[in-house]
């Protein structure tokens, strides 16, 4: 199949096109750069079935593909709220974009949608079917509710149109090739840790977050995909029910590098959610998935990597 993936060039894009063409897809990256690197997809660049095009999702595009994954927005709140009006262009016009062209040339299209839609959940484990506890108006609301838009215009284009489309609802996924700059926790935690510096805790520590290793994600994200069922339009958790405080992943970060860490605390940025666990039973029922790489498997893949990776970058950590 030729394969679009837009975001390409970002930490799960990556992965993402990399496994594409591992079975042998044609895989064509859009990517405008701003959390993307070529570096990340530096080793495709020889394989013939791979291209490579420069280009923002909020202009439209015309190419002749059998599937599009759409993932081109930044994901890290430090990069998300540099420019927020950009931040929900890029989710509202990307899918209209997006999902016109799927409807042009009859193009299976793929969402990735994120755990964000729940907000600060009221509901623990959250499922599917939980509408959100989303603030409108505050400094996370141009990610959680561009998103949210999005999720809306791709049930629109399929109950309007009959585009064949797909929304998966992301939980924290980390892994290789997250930007040591990137400000999420993951990769903060452990660039902080290698660095002998101390790790940056906001509030008190006591909120949650569960942890997806990202070839996980990947799988999920094929399996869905490519699944048949009535149903399958509507949006599906993919994570990890591991649910950790940031207190105790700062504890597995510092087992997973081998060093001694001190913390330091930080004021909680606005609108943190307190919890956050997916319930997974819907993606165990349709897709047969579910997570197979625990935390502190996931976390030593990518301290190796980063180990690797900041002897050459002395790049700040981006803060919120
Ligand atoms: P990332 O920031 O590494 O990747 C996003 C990619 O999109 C980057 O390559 C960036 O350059 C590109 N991009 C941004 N705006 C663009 C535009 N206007 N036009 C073209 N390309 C653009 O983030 P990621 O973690 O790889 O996230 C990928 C997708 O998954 C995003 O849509 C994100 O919202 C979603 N998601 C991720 C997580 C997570 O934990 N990693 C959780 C929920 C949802
Ligand atoms: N966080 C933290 N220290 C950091 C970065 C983030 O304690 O250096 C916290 C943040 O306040 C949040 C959690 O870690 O409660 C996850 O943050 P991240 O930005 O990774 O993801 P999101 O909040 O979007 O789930």
Redesign the pocket.
């Known amino acids: 199949m030729r394969i679009l993936i837009t975001g390409g060039a970002g930490f799960i894009g990556s992965h993402l096109c990399e496994r594409l063409l591992n079975e042998g897809n044609e895989v064509i990256c859009l990517d405008n750069f701003f959390t993307g690197r070529k570096e990340n997809i530096f080793h495709l660049m020889d394989n013939h079935r791979f291209e490579l095009i420069r280009h923002d999702v909020t202009e439209p595009i015309f190419l002749e593909v059998d599937q599009i994954y759409n993932l081109a927005c930044p994901a890290?709140?430090v990069h998300y709220q540099y420019n927020p009006v950009k931040t929900v262009k890029t989710s509202v016009m990307g899918a209209i974009n997006m999902l016109g062209l799927a409807k042009r040339v009859k193009a299976r299209i793929f969402q990735a949608s994120t755990?964000?839609v729940y907000g600060d959940p009221e509901i623990h484990p959250q499922t599917e079917d939980y509408f959100g506890n989303v603030n409108c108006i505050g400094l996370r609301s141009c990610y959680d509710e561009g998103k949210r838009v999005a999720e809306t215009l791709f049930m629109d284009y399929h109950r309007q149109n009959n585009v064949d489309t797909r929304i998966v609802r992301i939980f924290?996924t980390y892994g290789p090739k997250m930007l040591e700059n990137d400000?999420?926790?993951?990769s903060?935690?452990i660039v902080q840790a290698l660095r002998g510096e101390d790790?940056?805790?906001?509030?008190t520590?006591e909120?949650t977050?569960s942890f997806c290793y990202v070839d996980d994600l990947v799988e999920g994200f094929i399996r869905l995909m490519n699944a048949e069922a009535d149903n399958i339009h509507l949006p599906v958790n993919i994570g990890n029910p591991g649910e950790f405080t940031?207190n105790e992943l700062a504890s597995e970060v510092a087992k997973a590098v081998g060093k001694e860490t001190k913390i330091t605390y930080?004021p909680?940025?606005q609108d943190?959610?307190k919890q956050?666990q997916p319930n997974i039973t819907r993606a165990k029922e349709l897709l047969g998935w579910s997570p197979t790489i625990s935390l502190d498997e996931g976390l030593k893949k990518t301290v190796a990597y980063f180990a690797e990776r900041i002897k050459t970058s002395d790049n700040k950590?981006a803060k919120v």
């Open positions: 890290s709140p755990s964000e924290n400000g999420r926790v993951v903060n935690f790790l940056t805790i906001y509030g520590g909120q977050r940031m930080l909680l940025p943190d959610p956050r950590i």
